[in-house]
C-alpha cells in the first residue's frame, strides 16, 4: 500500500533520522531497552473475551472437561467455588481467558518491578510499551495527516524506513501495557551497510523518542516525563504543524 502520509516529514523533523541501528557488540544480547523496538503478543481487548468453565470436573485433572462460554454471560455463580487446576497453574479463584493477540512491533517506553506475588523473595522485570498497528486501506490520507499533525491524542505517527519499521504505523496510546520482559523479543531489521549486512536491533533517535513520550503526556498528563520530553514536544509539534502547512502551501501554488 502506498505511503499516506508526507514522506520524510518525521526524519525531517529529527535532525535527518527517526530510527537508527544498535551496533554495541560488547553488550551482547541488548535485552530489554527504553526506546528500542521490540515484538510482543499484543490482546485484542475491545474483542469479545472467552473464558473456560467446567463440563465435567474430575479430581484426576487429564480427564476434566472444559467448554467455551463469553464471559459477560456473567457464569461466575455456575463456577466451581475452588478450582486450583495445577495443569493451568490457577489459584482457587484464578480464571482461564481466551482472547485474541498478535504479535506486533512495540516501542518499550519505560520499565518497572514487582514483586506483588511473592513480597520481598520475587522481582518480575515489566516494561510498559507501546503497541505499534499498520494503517489500513480503510484509513484516509487525511486520517493518517491528522496523526501526523499530533492532533489525535490516543494515536502517534511512526514513519516506515530502514532501519525502522516497513510499513506507516501508529502507536496506539489507548493499547499501553506493561509486558514481562520475557515475552519481549528484539525488532530487527537487515542493515543497508554492505560491510555489516546482517540483522540488527533497531531504536528510536533521541529526539524521535521524547516526541513519542511527549505525545504520551498530552494523553496522561500526570505521567512522569523529563521536562526534555515536554519542551522538545511542543516544538516538535509545532516544527511538525509548520512544515506541513509549507507543503501545502506550496502545492496550492503549484
Same mark, same amino acid.
Given at each position: 500500500?502506498? !505511503?499516506?502520509? =508526507?514522506?520524510?516529514?518525521?526524519?525531517?523533523?529529527?535532525?535527518?533520522?527517526?530510527?537508527?541501528?544498535?551496533?554495541?557488540?560488547?553488550?551482547?544480547? =541488548?535485552?530489554?531497552? @527504553?526506546?528500542?523496538?521490540?515484538? $510482543?503478543?499484543?490482546?485484542?481487548?475491545?474483542?469479545? =473475551?472467552?473464558? &473456560?468453565?467446567?463440563?465435567?470436573?474430575?479430581?484426576?485433572?487429564?480427564? $476434566?472437561?472444559?467448554?467455551?462460554?463469553?464471559?459477560? %454471560?456473567?457464569?461466575?455463580?455456575?463456577?466451581?467455588?475452588?478450582?486450583?487446576? +495445577?495443569?493451568?497453574?490457577?489459584?482457587?479463584?484464578?480464571? &482461564?481467558?481466551?482472547? +485474541?493477540?498478535?504479535?506486533?512491533?512495540?516501542?518499550?517506553? +519505560?520499565? %518497572?518491578?514487582?514483586?506483588?506475588?511473592?513480597?520481598?523473595?520475587?522481582?518480575?522485570?515489566?516494561?510498559?510499551? &507501546?503497541?505499534?498497528?499498520?494503517?489500513?486501506?480503510?484509513?484516509?490520507?487525511?486520517?493518517?495527516?491528522?496523526?501526523?499533525?499530533?492532533?489525535?491524542?490516543?494515536?502517534?505517527?511512526?514513519?516506515?524506513? /530502514?532501519?525502522?519499521?516497513?510499513?506507516?504505523? %501508529?502507536?496506539?496510546?489507548?493499547?499501553?501495557?506493561?509486558?514481562?520482559?520475557? !515475552?519481549?523479543?528484539?525488532?530487527?531489521?537487515?542493515?543497508?551497510?554492505?560491510? @555489516?549486512?546482517?540483522?540488527?536491533?533497531?531504536?528510536?533517535?533521541?529526539? $524521535?523518542?521524547?516526541?513519542?513520550?511527549?505525545?504520551? $503526556?498530552?494523553?496522561?498528563?500526570? @505521567?512522569?516525563?523529563?521536562?526534555?520530553?515536554?519542551?522538545?514536544?511542543?516544538?516538535?509539534?509545532?516544527?511538525?504543524?509548520?512544515?506541513?502547512?509549507? /507543503?501545502?502551501?506550496?502545492?496550492?501554488?503549484?
Amino acid at each position: 500500500m502506498p !505511503n499516506k502520509g =508526507i514522506n520524510g516529514l518525521y526524519e525531517y523533523c529529527c535532525d535527518g533520522k527517526f530510527y537508527d541501528w544498535h551496533f554495541n557488540e560488547d553488550s551482547g544480547e =541488548i535485552g530489554s531497552r @527504553i526506546g528500542y523496538l521490540y515484538k $510482543a503478543p499484543i490482546f485484542y481487548k475491545s474483542d469479545e =473475551i472467552f473464558t &473456560l468453565t467446567e463440563d465435567s470436573y474430575n479430581i484426576d485433572e487429564e480427564k $476434566a472437561t472444559f467448554r467455551i462460554t463469553k464471559f459477560s %454471560a456473567g457464569l461466575r455463580g455456575d463456577r466451581l467455588a475452588h478450582r486450583p487446576y +495445577k495443569r493451568f497453574n490457577l489459584e482457587s479463584d484464578d480464571d &482461564l481467558m481466551l482472547l +485474541k493477540c498478535k504479535i506486533r512491533p512495540v516501542l518499550v517506553v +519505560k520499565g %518497572a518491578r514487582c514483586d506483588w506475588r511473592k513480597p520481598y523473595n520475587y522481582f518480575s522485570n515489566l516494561w510498559l510499551c &507501546l503497541p505499534i498497528f499498520s494503517y489500513k486501506d480503510r484509513h484516509s490520507q487525511q486520517y493518517v495527516i491528522n496523526d501526523q499533525k499530533l492532533l489525535v491524542p490516543h494515536r502517534f505517527y511512526f514513519p516506515p524506513g /530502514l532501519p525502522g519499521l516497513e510499513e506507516e504505523c %501508529a502507536g496506539l496510546l489507548n493499547e499501553l501495557q506493561f509486558i514481562p520482559e520475557q !515475552n519481549l523479543s528484539p525488532f530487527k531489521r537487515t542493515c543497508d551497510d554492505r560491510e @555489516i549486512s546482517m540483522e540488527r536491533p533497531v531504536r528510536l533517535t533521541r529526539d $524521535a523518542f521524547h516526541s513519542v513520550v511527549g505525545h504520551v $503526556a498530552q494523553l496522561l498528563p500526570d @505521567i512522569e516525563i523529563s521536562g526534555q520530553s515536554r519542551i522538545w514536544y511542543d516544538f516538535f509539534k509545532e516544527l511538525i504543524n509548520e512544515r506541513i502547512s509549507d /507543503l501545502m502551501s506550496r502545492e496550492r501554488d503549484h
